[in-house]
C-alpha cells in the first residue's frame, strides 16, 4: 500500500476546526483503489492522507487530486502547499505491530493524561492525536455508512480488507517519542515488530473490531467518577472544540459533539446533563460487556481517581500488563508533577462537578448499575470478609482500674457527672436504651458505668470489677461521690470523666464546641477536617485491645474484597456501637443532619495497600478513626492521602483522631503500614438525613 500526503500551511489550526469536522462528517468517496482519506492538523500544517492500495488509483488520483471534493474545498481556501508535489510513501509489511496497546476510555475520563504519559515510553509508537480519522476514513466505517446509529464496530465488521486498511493508515501515522515518523524512517520496511500505544474515546464501542483487527492487542480500560466525568461531558458540549458533527441528520440541535451512541435519536427533547450521562453509560456499558468476551489476560482496568495520585504505580503496572519496560524517560516523565492535557477546559478538581450549573446528578439515576460494575472492578479476587454470624472469645471492655489515673488531684469540688448511670445487672437503664444499641460484643457480666462526654454528647461504658459495685450504688448523678472514695480510685474516675468538677465539665464542652466549630470550617473550605482525640485515649485503647485480640486468634481471615493483606469486618457490632455514637458529632461539623449507613472495621497487616478510589453513594460523609498500629510507631509513617483541588495532601492522625471527609468525593488511600505494624482504623460511613435509599 502507498500513502499519498497534501500539506497546506495554516494560520491558526482552530480556525479550521469546522472545516475539518465538516469533511469528517462525509463519508469518504468510494472509489477503486482507495483505501481510506482523511484530514487532520499535524502541528502548524493541514494534512490530507491518501491511501492506496493499486499504483494505478494513485496515479490517477494525483494527476487530478479535485475530484475529491473535500479536497478541492481545503486546496480552494488554504495558502500555498508546503511542498511542489504530493508525498508518496511505501507503507511496507502489515504484520509488523504486535501487542497494541489501545486505552479505552468514555470521554472525559482522563486517557489523554494517560496517552501521554506512556507515550514517554522509548518502546511505544504512537499517533499525534487520535484514530478517528483512520478508522473512520475508510468509507465502509464510516458513521454514515449505517446511517450515522452510532460509532459501534464489531468483528463483523473487521473484514479483510478493513483490517488491512486500518492496520495501514495506523502504521501511517505513527511516531516515536522524539515525534520522527514511522513512514520516515529509511529502514522502516526492515521493522520485525512495532509496539503501538492508541486511545480514541470513541474506541469504546469498538473492542470487538479491534481485539479482531489486532488478535495481540492488549487492552487498558480506564474508567472515572460518574459525576466527574459527565460534569465534563456537560462542558464539552458548550465549547465548539469538541464538536464531532456539525451538521448531525437528525439532530434538532445540529452539532453533536463527543461519541455516538446507539440510541441518541431519542435524546433530542433532553437536557445537557441528560445527553452526556447517556454517552458516559453507553461508553462504559459497552466496553464491559465487551471485556467480558475476551480473555481476562487481554485487560485490564484502571481508576482515573489512583491513575492521579499515585501515577508511578499505575504506570508501572500497566508496562508489566503490556510487557514493555519501564525506562528512564518514562521514570523521569513521572517524577514531574503531572501535565495538564491539551483537551483540559478548565483546571482540575475533584469536586468541580458541584459548581457546574448544567450537571444535575439526578441524570445518573437510570445508570447505577453501570456505576455499581465500574466499582467492582476495583474489588480483588480474595477471601470475603468474616459473615455476621462470626463469633470469637474476644469481647471489648474498658476497665476504670486499668485507666491511668490523673497525675494531680482536682481543684474544686467533685461532683458525679449529672449524665452518669450505673448498671449492675444485664439490663441498660431505661433511659439509654435508645442511645446504646449494639452491645452484642460488649464483656458482660461486671457492672458497668455508663456516662457522657461533654465535647461531643457521646456515651461511653466503663466497666469496673464484681467487688466494686458497692461504691458506685451510692453514686447519684450531680452531687458529690460518698465520703471514703480512695484517692486513687477518684483519680481515675476523673479521667474517665465519671466524676468532674463544674469547671472542668464546662471547659470540656467549651473544648468541644470549639473544635467542632474550627473543624467545620476545615471541612466547608476543603471537603476533610480532623477532629483530634474525638474518642476518649482508655476507650480508644480498649477498642485497639480489642481488636488486636481478633487478629491474633486467627479466627478474622486478613483479605476482603478491596485489599488483599486487610482484615475487614463489615458492620462489626463494636464499631456499630462507636459509628451511631458519632453521627451527631458527624452532623455538626458537616453542617448537614445525617445519618448512619454502615461501618467497617480495617486492620491493614504488613503490606496491605488501599489503592485511591472514592466510595459509593452511602457514604457521603465518611469518618475515619484510628486506634494504634500495635507498634508504637509514630502516626506520621501512616498518613491518609487525598487528592484535593491543590494536589496530594497527606493527613496524620493520632490514636483516637477522626477525619472527616466527602467519601464519594474525595479520591483517597492509604500506602502500606510500616514494617511489623498491624494499624487498625474504623470506617463510619453516613449520608444526609432525607436520603432514599439501601443505606446498607
Request: hydrophobic residues 45%; proline residues 7%.
Given at each position: 500500500?502507498?500513502?499519498v500526503?497534501?500539506?497546506?500551511?495554516?494560520?491558526?489550526p482552530?480556525?479550521?476546526?469546522q472545516?475539518?469536522?465538516?469533511?469528517?462528517?462525509?463519508?469518504p468517496?468510494?472509489?477503486?483503489?482507495?483505501?481510506?482519506?482523511h484530514?487532520?492538523i499535524?502541528?502548524k500544517?493541514?494534512?490530507?492522507?491518501y491511501?492506496?492500495?493499486?499504483?494505478?488509483?494513485?496515479?490517477?488520483?494525483?494527476?487530478?487530486?479535485?475530484?475529491?471534493?473535500?479536497?478541492?474545498?481545503?486546496?480552494?481556501?488554504?495558502?500555498?502547499?508546503?511542498?511542489?508535489?504530493?508525498?508518496?510513501?511505501?507503507?511496507?509489511p502489515?504484520?509488523?505491530?504486535?501487542?497494541?496497546l489501545?486505552?479505552?476510555a468514555?470521554?472525559r475520563?482522563?486517557?489523554?493524561?494517560?496517552?501521554?504519559?506512556?507515550r514517554?515510553?522509548?518502546?511505544l509508537?504512537?499517533?499525534?492525536?487520535?484514530?478517528?480519522?483512520?478508522?473512520?476514513?475508510?468509507?465502509?466505517?464510516?458513521?454514515?455508512?449505517r446511517?450515522f446509529d452510532?460509532?459501534?464496530?464489531?468483528?463483523l465488521?473487521a473484514d479483510?480488507?478493513?483490517?488491512?486498511?486500518?492496520?495501514?493508515?495506523?502504521l501511517a501515522g505513527?511516531?516515536?517519542?522524539s515525534?520522527?515518523?514511522?513512514?520516515g524512517?529509511?529502514?522502516?520496511?526492515?521493522?520485525?515488530?512495532v509496539?503501538?500505544?492508541?486511545?480514541?474515546?470513541?474506541?469504546?464501542?469498538?473492542?470487538?473490531?479491534?481485539?479482531?483487527t489486532?488478535?495481540t492487542?492488549?487492552?487498558?480500560?480506564?474508567?472515572?467518577?460518574?459525576?466527574?466525568?459527565?460534569?465534563?461531558?456537560?462542558?464539552?458540549w458548550?465549547?465548539?472544540?469538541?464538536?464531532?458533527?456539525?451538521e448531525?441528520?437528525?439532530?434538532?440541535?445540529?452539532?453533536?459533539?463527543?461519541l455516538?451512541?446507539e440510541g441518541?435519536?431519542?435524546?433530542?427533547?433532553?437536557?445537557?446533563?441528560?445527553?452526556?450521562?447517556?454517552?458516559?453509560a453507553?461508553?462504559?456499558?459497552q466496553?464491559?460487556?465487551?471485556?467480558?468476551a475476551l480473555?481476562m489476560?487481554?485487560?485490564?482496568?484502571?481508576?482515573?481517581?489512583?491513575?492521579?495520585?499515585t501515577?508511578?504505580?499505575?504506570?508501572?503496572?500497566?508496562?508489566?500488563?503490556a510487557?514493555?519496560?519501564f525506562?528512564?524517560r518514562?521514570?523521569?516523565?513521572?517524577?514531574r508533577?503531572?501535565p495538564?492535557?491539551?483537551?483540559?477546559?478548565?483546571?482540575?478538581?475533584?469536586?468541580?462537578?458541584?459548581?457546574?450549573?448544567?450537571?444535575?446528578?439526578?441524570?445518573?439515576?437510570?445508570?447505577t448499575?453501570?456505576?455499581a460494575?465500574l466499582?467492582d472492578?476495583?474489588?480483588?479476587?480474595a477471601p470475603?470478609p468474616?459473615p455476621?454470624?462470626?463469633d470469637?472469645a474476644?469481647?471489648f471492655?474498658?476497665?476504670?482500674?486499668?485507666?491511668p489515673?490523673?497525675?494531680?488531684?482536682?481543684?474544686?469540688?467533685m461532683?458525679v457527672?449529672?449524665?452518669?448511670?450505673?448498671?449492675f445487672?444485664?439490663?441498660v437503664?431505661?433511659r439509654?436504651?435508645?442511645?446504646?444499641?449494639?452491645?452484642g460484643?460488649f464483656l458482660?457480666?461486671?457492672?458497668l458505668?455508663w456516662?457522657?462526654?461533654?465535647?461531643?454528647?457521646?456515651?461511653y461504658?466503663y466497666?469496673?470489677?464484681r467487688?466494686?459495685?458497692?461504691?458506685?450504688?451510692?453514686?447519684?448523678?450531680g452531687?458529690?461521690p460518698?465520703?471514703?472514695?480512695?484517692d486513687?480510685?477518684?483519680?481515675?474516675?476523673?479521667?474517665v470523666?465519671?466524676?468532674?468538677?463544674?469547671e472542668?465539665?464546662?471547659?470540656?464542652?467549651?473544648?468541644?464546641?470549639?473544635?467542632v466549630e474550627e473543624?467545620?470550617?476545615?471541612?466547608?473550605?476543603t471537603?476533610?477536617?480532623v477532629?483530634?482525640?474525638?474518642?476518649?485515649?482508655p476507650?480508644?485503647?480498649?477498642?485497639g485491645?480489642?481488636?488486636?485480640?481478633?487478629?491474633?486468634?486467627?479466627?478474622?481471615?486478613?483479605?476482603?474484597?478491596q485489599?488483599r493483606?486487610?482484615h475487614g469486618?463489615h458492620n462489626?457490632?463494636?464499631?456499630r456501637?462507636f459509628?451511631?455514637?458519632?453521627?451527631?458529632?458527624?452532623?455538626?461539623?458537616?453542617?448537614?443532619?445525617?445519618?448512619p449507613?454502615?461501618?467497617y472495621v480495617?486492620?491493614?497487616?504488613?503490606?496491605?495497600?488501599?489503592?485511591?478510589?472514592?466510595?459509593?453513594?452511602?457514604?457521603?460523609?465518611?469518618v475515619?478513626?484510628?486506634?494504634?498500629?500495635?507498634a508504637?510507631?509514630?502516626?506520621?509513617t501512616?498518613?491518609?492521602?487525598?487528592?484535593t483541588?491543590?494536589?496530594?495532601?497527606?493527613v496524620?492522625?493520632q490514636s483516637?483522631?477522626?477525619?472527616?471527609?466527602?467519601?464519594?468525593d474525595l479520591?483517597?488511600w492509604r500506602?502500606?503500614?510500616?514494617?511489623?505494624?498491624?494499624?487498625?482504623?474504623l470506617?463510619?460511613h453516613?449520608?444526609?438525613?432525607?436520603?432514599?435509599?439501601?443505606?446498607?
Amino acid at each position: 500500500m502507498q500513502l499519498v500526503t497534501y500539506r497546506y500551511a495554516v494560520g491558526h489550526p482552530v480556525a479550521w476546526r469546522q472545516t475539518l469536522r465538516q469533511i469528517a462528517g462525509v463519508a469518504p468517496p468510494s472509489w477503486g483503489g482507495l483505501a481510506s482519506r482523511h484530514w487532520r492538523i499535524d502541528g502548524k500544517a493541514l494534512c490530507g492522507y491518501y491511501l492506496f492500495q493499486d499504483e494505478a488509483a494513485l496515479k490517477a488520483f494525483t494527476a487530478n487530486p479535485n475530484v475529491d471534493a473535500a479536497f478541492g474545498l481545503i486546496a480552494g481556501i488554504a495558502a500555498e502547499p508546503l511542498q511542489d508535489r504530493a508525498l508518496i510513501e511505501n507503507i511496507g509489511p502489515l504484520d509488523v505491530i504486535d501487542r497494541p496497546l489501545f486505552v479505552i476510555a468514555a470521554p472525559r475520563s482522563g486517557s489523554t493524561l494517560l496517552y501521554d504519559l506512556l507515550r514517554h515510553s522509548s518502546e511505544l509508537w504512537s499517533l499525534d492525536g487520535e484514530s478517528e480519522g483512520i478508522i473512520e476514513g475508510v468509507a465502509a466505517l464510516h458513521p454514515a455508512a449505517r446511517n450515522f446509529d452510532s460509532h459501534r464496530l464489531t468483528d463483523l465488521d473487521a473484514d479483510d480488507e478493513a483490517r488491512r486498511f486500518v492496520t495501514a493508515g495506523l502504521l501511517a501515522g505513527l511516531r516515536d517519542r522524539s515525534n520522527a515518523h514511522y513512514l520516515g524512517s529509511a529502514d522502516h520496511t526492515q521493522h520485525l515488530s512495532v509496539r503501538v500505544v492508541e486511545k480514541t474515546p470513541e474506541n469504546c464501542l469498538r473492542v470487538p473490531f479491534l481485539a479482531a483487527t489486532f488478535p495481540t492487542a492488549r487492552f487498558v480500560f480506564l474508567h472515572r467518577d460518574a459525576r466527574q466525568a459527565v460534569s465534563s461531558i456537560c462542558q464539552a458540549w458548550r465549547h465548539v472544540g469538541f464538536v464531532k458533527y456539525p451538521e448531525l441528520p437528525g439532530w434538532d440541535m445540529r452539532s453533536w459533539h463527543l461519541l455516538l451512541p446507539e440510541g441518541w435519536r431519542e435524546l433530542n427533547s433532553a437536557s445537557v446533563a441528560e445527553v452526556a450521562a447517556f454517552q458516559w453509560a453507553s461508553a462504559n456499558r459497552q466496553a464491559l460487556d465487551d471485556f467480558e468476551a475476551l480473555p481476562m489476560d487481554s485487560w485490564m482496568s484502571i481508576d482515573y481517581a489512583e491513575l492521579v495520585a499515585t501515577p508511578i504505580a499505575v504506570i508501572r503496572r500497566i508496562c508489566a500488563f503490556a510487557e514493555i519496560g519501564f525506562d528512564e524517560r518514562l521514570a523521569a516523565a513521572l517524577a514531574r508533577p503531572l501535565p495538564l492535557s491539551n483537551t483540559t477546559i478548565t483546571p482540575p478538581s475533584p469536586i468541580k462537578w458541584r459548581s457546574n450549573p448544567d450537571f444535575r446528578e439526578s441524570a445518573l439515576d437510570p445508570y447505577t448499575s453501570t456505576s455499581a460494575r465500574l466499582r467492582d472492578l476495583g474489588k480483588l479476587s480474595a477471601p470475603p470478609p468474616p459473615p455476621r454470624t462470626f463469633d470469637a472469645a474476644a469481647r471489648f471492655s474498658c476497665f476504670v482500674d486499668e485507666v491511668p489515673a490523673a497525675t494531680a488531684a482536682a481543684t474544686g469540688e467533685m461532683i458525679v457527672a449529672p449524665s452518669f448511670h450505673f448498671q449492675f445487672g444485664p439490663t441498660v437503664p431505661l433511659r439509654l436504651v435508645s442511645k446504646t444499641r449494639y452491645r452484642g460484643r460488649f464483656l458482660a457480666d461486671h457492672p458497668l458505668l455508663w456516662v457522657d462526654d461533654p465535647a461531643t454528647g457521646m456515651t461511653y461504658p466503663y466497666w469496673v470489677r464484681r467487688h466494686q459495685a458497692w461504691v458506685y450504688r451510692e453514686f447519684v448523678a450531680g452531687l458529690p461521690p460518698p465520703a471514703g472514695i480512695e484517692d486513687d480510685l477518684a483519680r481515675r474516675l476523673a479521667v474517665v470523666g465519671v466524676l468532674a468538677t463544674h469547671e472542668d465539665l464546662e471547659r470540656r464542652r467549651r473544648a468541644g464546641d470549639s473544635s467542632v466549630e474550627e473543624a467545620h470550617a476545615e471541612f466547608v473550605r476543603t471537603g476533610y477536617c480532623v477532629l483530634p482525640s474525638v474518642v476518649p485515649a482508655p476507650q480508644v485503647k480498649g477498642l485497639g485491645r480489642y481488636y488486636r485480640t481478633l487478629v491474633a486468634a486467627g479466627d478474622w481471615a486478613a483479605g476482603d474484597e478491596q485489599v488483599r493483606l486487610r482484615h475487614g469486618w463489615h458492620n462489626e457490632a463494636v464499631a456499630r456501637y462507636f459509628h451511631h455514637q458519632l453521627a451527631g458529632v458527624v452532623s455538626r461539623v458537616t453542617g448537614e443532619a445525617v445519618k448512619p449507613t454502615y461501618c467497617y472495621v480495617s486492620a491493614y497487616g504488613e503490606g496491605a495497600v488501599l489503592r485511591p478510589h472514592v466510595d459509593r453513594k452511602q457514604c457521603t460523609f465518611t469518618v475515619s478513626l484510628w486506634l494504634d498500629n500495635g507498634a508504637n510507631l509514630p502516626a506520621e509513617t501512616w498518613p491518609l492521602w487525598f487528592q484535593t483541588d491543590i494536589g496530594k495532601v497527606p493527613v496524620t492522625q493520632q490514636s483516637g483522631d477522626a477525619v472527616v471527609f466527602l467519601g464519594c468525593d474525595l479520591p483517597h488511600w492509604r500506602e502500606a503500614p510500616p514494617a511489623g505494624a498491624v494499624s487498625t482504623t474504623l470506617l463510619f460511613h453516613y449520608v444526609p438525613r432525607d436520603f432514599v435509599g439501601i443505606l446498607d
